[in-house]
């Protein structure tokens, strides 16, 4: 799981001190050995030495006092061996492993393990933490308490921001840490006053506030978000939080997770008792679960729903969400043994509409399936695909659809190419409920008849080919390896007539090099298209052979069909050329900073682009990222993507992101902001806009405080430019990075 923690300060402030002095029978001026109850050996080395173990013993001049990990030193140190006190009137300096302190004046009891230490300094070893305090009681094993203190990760001479704490309790058998009348400054101005804070020493999971939240947007009003963290057990956790929705009302949300051997999830729910603005109750449900039951048996759960279609147009602190139309609500078992699967699986979709801009839903279904292969004899390989699936509908037809696909193929590999021969046989049988036709289903297949009863069955037979080879060239004055990988693909699918069977779930596929050595240029099953056809494809890349990297690349291939096509999906535009699109894509990597590629769909019967794509990157070091993008796609979208994080003065850092519709003349998603690395704290300011409908977008303004070790203040816009700057980088790890 991940750790959840209280960020408030990481204070791992004084390593489990055990006390330091005790003295055997004087041996040397300069040295002595020693035990007492309770503690380790001590050694002792020092100018001057005297003393016995039943008066007081005193070292001077030098004095460095050893015990197992801890050393103290001090110019003078007394030590009552029947008391078990210490004693160093004068300045000191003790450390171990964990931590570096220094003071004026030392009282502890080495038998009790209690003290104090008066005007110290400190500075964490294993984090970054250091500060102050008047005073530090030593209250029993591991146990101290601070006075006056002050804490910061900032490096020393740097106080940019800092704890003021009136009393610090730290337990290191808890790894835990109270603080008590705290008032966190910021650049010599307080900024927030904490009158009672908890907090973890270590990464360990700990139960408690976690850092608050706010921000505003014209939909909302002020946002605040006021979280509480539960740390059930090691595999158990919870957060609860109160959202505060100046505009709207309160929002409970609530965060489960779970984790064991066997199986995992997480539930989150949301939930707005009365939204002012909406005038109705909002929630949102989302349930995740995996689970593994042996002998190959899995199990998935995915549930998710919301109140209404602008849900999450309205409420969703994440903006990717404005854009999904359709929710799943699905469980799957899964038998797997040896290369074989069976499967079963029920799924369904809440969709959610947009007023200017409604969509059919989808069809939702059950099904159980069975597939895998089988290496034969000689060389063979046997698949098998089979499934039998019931779709549903409210406002649409239902029925059932079976499948089974078995191919044989026969790959033969060397280590110049490869070529496979393979044939199956598809066969589909449908059973439609006659009385649940409606007209929709009838007008959107074109208004043909619809079989209550129909079968398809098809032969495919295909051979896939290619060639590998390579030889040494030289560019530039620099030695690289070409390679040429030229590749054929034979298919034959006999004609079938297809119009009297509904569209359950296909769909015309993306046309792409992936897609133009496949047997089916749809997605799904409802529709197989009629092939007599060859793809030929070329790629070559320029490799550097000392690193192993592309240097340039380049590819291009087309389709062509020696018997038009006849299958098409209803209101598909019939396409009865001889030859597919040509594509071709090329890259270049000039080194580990710039890399530019590009795209192209050419229709070559009617000599016009069809998708144009063209991608540059500039990224020299970290922090520093510029990219540019294009993309067109003919009657649907033409677009200009330019997003950047950038040094623009000391330690300031320019954000932003434009992207453009040409065709539409509007900005689909825009942002700007700025962004400054203090070392020890990080400020970001962020201005987001996002088109989430036809006639709507969302706007969201972020402003945050940073500060390393210790939490934030504000709303993290950090997944937002993440999603929207290709190669952002965060810039509170910029020094871990630089070389």
Same mark, same amino acid.
């Given at each position: 799981m991940h750790n959840k923690r209280l960020a408030p300060l990481t204070l791992a402030l004084l390593y489990a001190f055990t006390p330091i002095v005790q003295a055997d029978e004087p041996q040397t001026p300069a040295t002595a050995s020693a035990s007492a109850n309770s503690a380790l050996p001590v050694n002792i080395v020092a100018d001057k030495v005297k003393g016995s173990q039943k008066d007081t013993i005193s070292a001077e001049g030098n004095v460095m006092l050893k015990q197992d990990d801890n050393i103290l030193t001090a110019p003078r140190i007394d030590y009552t061996p029947s008391s078990g006190l210490v004693s160093a009137p004068q300045a000191i300096c003790l450390q171990n492993s964990n931590i570096l302190v220094n003071g004026k004046k030392l009282?502890?009891?080495?038998?009790?393990?209690?003290?104090?230490?008066?005007?110290?300094?400190?500075?964490?070893?294993?984090?970054?933490?250091?500060?102050?305090?008047?005073?530090?009681?030593?209250?029993?094993?591991?146990?101290?308490r601070l006075h006056q203190a002050q804490y910061t990760t900032c490096q020393e001479g740097n106080n940019d921001w800092y704890l003021n704490v009136h009393t610090l309790d730290l337990d290191r058998t808890t790894e835990t840490g109270i603080a008590h009348g705290s008032t966190l400054i910021f650049k010599g101005y307080p900024i927030a006053w904490l009158p009672w804070i908890d907090f973890p020493l270590s990464n360990q999971r700990k139960s408690g506030v976690l850092t608050p939240s706010f921000g505003s947007s014209a939909n909302n009003g002020f946002d605040i978000r006021v979280p509480y963290y539960f740390n059930i057990a090691p595999n158990l956790d919870d957060t609860f939080a109160a959202r505060i929705l100046t505009k709207r009302g309160i929002q409970l949300q609530n965060e489960f997770r779970y984790l064991e051997p066997d199986f995992s999830g997480k539930?989150?729910?949301?939930?707005?008792?009365?939204?002012?603005?909406?005038?109705?109750?909002?929630?949102? /449900?989302? =349930?995740?679960?995996? +689970?593994?039951?042996?002998? *190959?048996?899995?199990?998935? @759960? %995915?549930?998710?729903?919301?109140?209404?279609?602008?849900?999450?147009?309205?409420?969703?602190?994440?903006?990717?969400?404005?854009?999904?139309?359709?929710?799943?609500?699905?469980?799957?078992?899964?038998?797997?043994?040896?290369?074989?699967?069976?499967?079963?699986?029920?799924?369904?979709?809440?969709?959610?509409?947009?007023?200017?801009?409604?969509?059919?839903?989808?069809?939702?279904?059950?099904? /159980?399936? =069975?597939?895998?292969? +089988?290496?034969?004899?000689? *060389?063979?390989?046997?698949? @098998? %695909?089979?499934?039998?699936?019931?779709?549903?509908?409210?406002?649409?037809?239902?029925?059932?659809?079976?499948?089974?696909?078995?191919?044989?193929?026969?790959?033969?590999?060397?280590?110049?190419?490869?070529?496979?021969?393979?044939?199956?046989?598809?066969?589909?049988?449908?059973?439609?409920?006659?009385?649940?036709?409606?007209?929709?289903?009838?007008?959107?297949?074109?208004?043909?008849?619809?079989?209550?009863?129909?079968?398809?069955?098809?032969?495919?037979?295909?051979?896939?080919?290619? @060639?590998?080879?390579?030889?040494?060239?030289t560019l530039f004055n620099h030695s690289y390896t070409q390679t040429l990988e030229p590749r054929l693909y034979y298919l034959y699918i006999p004609y079938r007539d297809q119009n009297n069977i509904p569209v359950f779930d296909s769909a015309l596929a993306d046309f792409s090099f992936t897609q133009m050595f496949s047997e089916n240029r749809f997605l799904g099953n409802d529709r197989i298209n009629n092939a007599n056809q060859l793809t030929a494809a070329v790629t070559s890349k320029l490799n550097d052979p000392e690193s192993g990297n592309t240097r340039l690349y380049g590819s291009i291939g087309q389709r062509f069909n020696f018997t038009p096509q006849k299958v098409f999906l209803p209101n598909e535009p019939p396409?009865?050329?001889?030859?597919?699109?040509?594509?071709?894509?090329?890259?270049?990597?000039?080194?580990?900073?710039?890399?530019?590629?590009?795209?192209?769909?050419?229709?070559?019967?009617?000599?016009?682009?069809?998708?144009?794509?063209?991608?540059?990157?500039?990224?020299?070091?970290?922090?520093?990222?510029?990219?540019?993008?294009?993309?067109?796609?003919?009657?649907?979208?033409?677009?200009?993507?330019?997003?950047?994080?950038?040094?623009?003065?000391?330690?300031?850092?320019?954000?932003?992101?434009?992207?453009?519709?040409?065709?539409?003349?509007?900005?689909?998603?825009?942002?700007?902001?700025?962004?400054?690395?203090?070392?020890?704290?990080?400020?970001?300011?962020?201005?987001?806009?996002?088109?989430?409908?036809?006639?709507?977008?969302?706007?969201?303004?972020?402003?945050?405080?940073?500060?390393?070790?210790?939490?934030?203040?504000?709303?993290?816009?950090?997944?937002?430019?993440?999603?929207?700057i290709s190669g952002y980088e965060d810039t509170s790890q910029l020094d871990s990075n630089l070389p």
């Open positions: 009282l502890f009891n080495i038998t009790s393990q209690t003290g104090s230490l008066y005007d110290a300094t400190y500075a964490l070893k294993q984090v970054k933490g250091r500060g102050n305090a008047k005073e530090i009681d030593f209250l029993g094993p591991n146990l101290y539930l989150n729910v949301e939930y707005l008792p009365h939204d002012r603005l909406a005038s109705r109750e909002r929630y949102a /449900i989302f =349930f995740q679960h995996q +689970q593994n039951f042996g002998h *190959g048996l899995t199990g998935n @759960l %995915d549930y998710q729903r919301v109140s209404d279609s602008s849900y999450f147009s309205d409420l969703s602190t994440y903006l990717a969400n404005t854009a999904l139309l359709t929710l799943p609500q699905q469980a799957s078992l899964n038998y797997r043994f040896g290369n074989w699967n069976l499967q079963a699986q029920t799924q369904q979709f809440q969709t959610l509409q947009d007023p200017s801009a409604p969509i059919i839903p989808p069809y939702g279904h059950h099904q /159980i399936a =069975f597939s895998g292969s +089988q290496d034969l004899k000689g *060389g063979a390989e046997f698949k @098998l %695909d089979t499934d039998i699936t019931h779709f549903f509908n409210p406002n649409r037809l239902d029925g059932d659809r079976f499948i089974i696909y078995p191919s044989l193929s026969y790959p033969v590999q060397r280590s110049y190419g490869y070529i496979t021969p393979k044939i199956g046989y598809h066969f589909t049988r449908y059973h439609l409920n006659s009385t649940s036709i409606t007209p929709l289903d009838l007008e959107l297949n074109n208004n043909l008849p619809i079989s209550t009863d129909s079968t398809r069955a098809l032969p495919i037979m295909s051979v896939d080919s290619g @060639l590998y080879l390579d030889r040494p060239t396409d009865l050329s001889g030859t597919s699109d040509l594509l071709g894509a090329a890259g270049f990597t000039l080194n580990e900073h710039w890399s530019i590629d590009g795209a192209v769909d050419y229709n070559t019967s009617q000599n016009t682009n069809q998708n144009n794509s063209l991608m540059v990157s500039y990224q020299p070091r970290y922090g520093e990222v510029i990219n540019f993008r294009y993309r067109y796609s003919r009657d649907f979208l033409e677009q200009i993507d330019l997003s950047s994080q950038w040094p623009i003065h000391g330690n300031w850092y320019l954000l932003a992101r434009w992207d453009y519709s040409l065709r539409d003349r509007r900005i689909l998603e825009g942002l700007a902001g700025l962004e400054y690395n203090g070392g020890c704290w990080q400020f970001r300011s962020v201005i987001h806009h996002l088109v989430t409908g036809v006639a709507t977008a969302s706007n969201a303004f972020f402003l945050q405080l940073e500060f390393d070790g210790l939490g934030q203040l504000g709303t993290n816009p950090l997944d937002v430019l993440k999603r929207n």
